[in-house]
């Protein structure tokens, strides 16, 4: 069964500063997507970023990029420029291809920015 | 921005109670999800639904478990007699295509949060 991990329960980062938060999976699958997604205190769950696995260039969305290692089955997010209102729980998923939206999500980072 | 939304924000029941929790997804999707996350834990996957009836469904979703589109707009999860368990958070989703095929996002509501007592 495919599992995700984060290893980071919380992380904290300095307004304006880089912060990098970690996920890793494991699959035996190759057709497979995976995503970051934001819950800030509203609870809503906010797509931030997604990553096919077949395409090799690292996603880009603004100030939120990705790592993509898919031979170390690694997806850490790197968020620039930290603002105030990225402190946000963070959640790592993987979605196996031909998969209907069954998103495997990991336990979740607790993001706090600090001005 | 159209948006996912969920009634009620919090729903208190008793045990062995039948709830009916409430998601109207965005207009033009045609595919629906319900997930859980219990108070401290991952976001789980319940089912997805798809032309009036389930394409997927996870362990969790047993029997005590159902889901109807009765109208054109609303989407509802119902669980027929309520466990102490049941007690999470609730998120209805919807997106506009297979998110694998088309890459499709998931639009999540803002949550149920289900108290059992």
């Known amino acids: 069964a495919q599992t995700v991990t984060q290893s980071q329960p919380e992380m904290s980062v300095q307004e304006a500063e880089t912060v990098t938060l970690s996920c890793t999976y494991d699959?035996?699958?190759?057709?497979?997507?995976l995503f970051w997604y934001k819950q800030p205190p509203s609870r809503q769950m906010i797509l931030v970023i997604r990553?096919?696995?077949?395409?090799?260039q690292n996603a880009t969305e603004n100030r939120f990029s990705v790592n993509f290692q898919k031979a170390a089955k690694s997806f850490s997010l790197k968020i620039s420029d930290s603002q105030l209102g990225d402190a946000a729980m963070y959640f790592c998923?993987?979605?196996?291809?031909?998969?209907?939206?069954?998103?495997?999500f990991g336990k979740g980072t607790k993001l706090s920015v600090k001005p | 921005e159209p948006e996912v939304t969920q009634t009620p924000s919090h729903q208190v029941t008793q045990m062995g109670q039948e709830v009916i929790l409430r998601c109207v997804p965005i207009?033009?999707?045609?595919?629906f999800y319900w997930y859980r996350q219990i108070l401290g834990q991952k976001v789980e996957f319940l089912v997805s639904?798809?032309?009036?009836?389930?394409?997927?469904k996870s362990e969790i979703f047993d029997d005590q478990f159902s889901v109807e589109r009765p109208d054109g707009s609303n989407f509802t999860l119902k669980i027929r007699s309520t466990k102490l368990e049941d007690s999470a958070m609730y998120f209805c989703a919807s997106s506009e295509a297979v998110v694998s095929l088309y890459n499709s996002p998931l639009h999540f509501g803002n949550g149920t949060r289900l108290t059992v007592t």
């Open positions: 998923a993987y979605k196996q291809g031909g998969s209907q939206g069954n998103l495997i």
């Open positions: 639904f798809y032309n009036n009836e389930i394409s997927e």
């Open positions: 207009s033009n999707h045609l595919y």
């Open positions: 699959t035996s699958e190759s057709d497979y997507y």
């Open positions: 990553q096919e696995a077949y395409k090799q």
